[in-house]
């Protein structure tokens, strides 16, 4: 009786411990976008730049590689204002300046967490501006789906129970033997 309740528990514990080792993570893709800015906005073209210009969409941790070519030879970068006070704040991230002199730029960053995020230029905020649309990242579930951290936390609460319960069964074992 003592052995088969041991039995479990180890069952228990090593399910709490091996669960969480199997549940789906995110895996971040790769992405890149061609991006043409002049004084009047950005375009996925040289042909098509508007003001608000593409909207960019990723996944959260994506690798986003942004091929930027300054289509009028004004200097010119790509920042995201998450903050959205149309200044280049110095924890934002930023791309290297490219210009007549550089007017191809790649550049790559990590995108961020999921949101709604604006992009501008810092020479110029409100003439070249954008949305960057960052999704949650593949592998999670959409809302109303599966809820993981849930199961997780149970997973664990159940892991700490039989650790508990395991504790209790040989304290009880040596109880018997004096
Ligand atoms: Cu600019």
């Not at 790649?106 to 905020?125: I, K, L, M, V």
């Not at 951290?149 to 650790?163: D, P, Q, S, Y």
């Given at each position: 009786m003592q052995?088969a309740?041991?039995?479990i528990?180890?069952t228990i514990?090593?399910?709490?411990?091996?669960?969480p080792?199997?549940?789906?993570g995110?895996?971040?893709a790769e992405?890149t976008f061609?991006?043409?800015?002049?004084i009047?906005g950005w375009?996925?073209?040289?042909?098509?730049?508007?003001?608000?210009g593409?909207?960019?969409?990723?996944?959260?941790?994506?690798?986003?590689?942004?091929i930027?070519?300054s289509?009028?030879?004004?200097r010119?970068?790509?920042f995201?204002?998450?903050?959205?006070?149309?200044v280049?704040?110095?924890?934002?991230?930023v791309?290297p300046?490219?210009?007549?002199?550089?007017p191809i730029?790649t550049w790559?960053?990590?995108?961020?967490?999921?949101?709604t995020?604006?992009?501008?230029c810092?020479?110029h905020p409100?003439?070249?501006?954008g949305?960057?649309?960052?999704?949650?990242a593949?592998?999670t579930q959409p809302a109303?789906?599966l809820d993981?951290?849930?199961?997780l936390?149970?997973?664990?609460?159940v892991?700490v129970i039989g650790?508990?319960?395991?504790v209790a069964?040989?304290a009880a074992r040596?109880?018997?033997?004096?």
């Amino acid at each position: 009786m003592q052995n088969a309740l041991a039995s479990i528990v180890v069952t228990i514990v090593a399910l709490g411990i091996v669960t969480p080792m199997i549940l789906p993570g995110a895996s971040a893709a790769e992405v890149t976008f061609n991006l043409f800015g002049t004084i009047n906005g950005w375009g996925l073209s040289a042909g098509t730049i508007t003001n608000p210009g593409p909207t960019l969409t990723v996944n959260a941790s994506d690798s986003v590689t942004l091929i930027l070519h300054s289509t009028d030879g004004v200097r010119h970068n790509w920042f995201l204002d998450v903050n959205n006070n149309r200044v280049r704040d110095a924890n934002e991230l930023v791309s290297p300046d490219f210009d007549e002199g550089t007017p191809i730029v790649t550049w790559t960053f990590t995108a961020p967490a999921a949101g709604t995020y604006t992009y501008r230029c810092q020479y110029h905020p409100t003439s070249m501006t954008g949305t960057l649309s960052v999704q949650g990242a593949p592998g999670t579930q959409p809302a109303g789906g599966l809820d993981w951290t849930l199961i997780l936390v149970i997973v664990v609460a159940v892991a700490v129970i039989g650790a508990v319960a395991a504790v209790a069964a040989v304290a009880a074992r040596r109880r018997k033997k004096t």
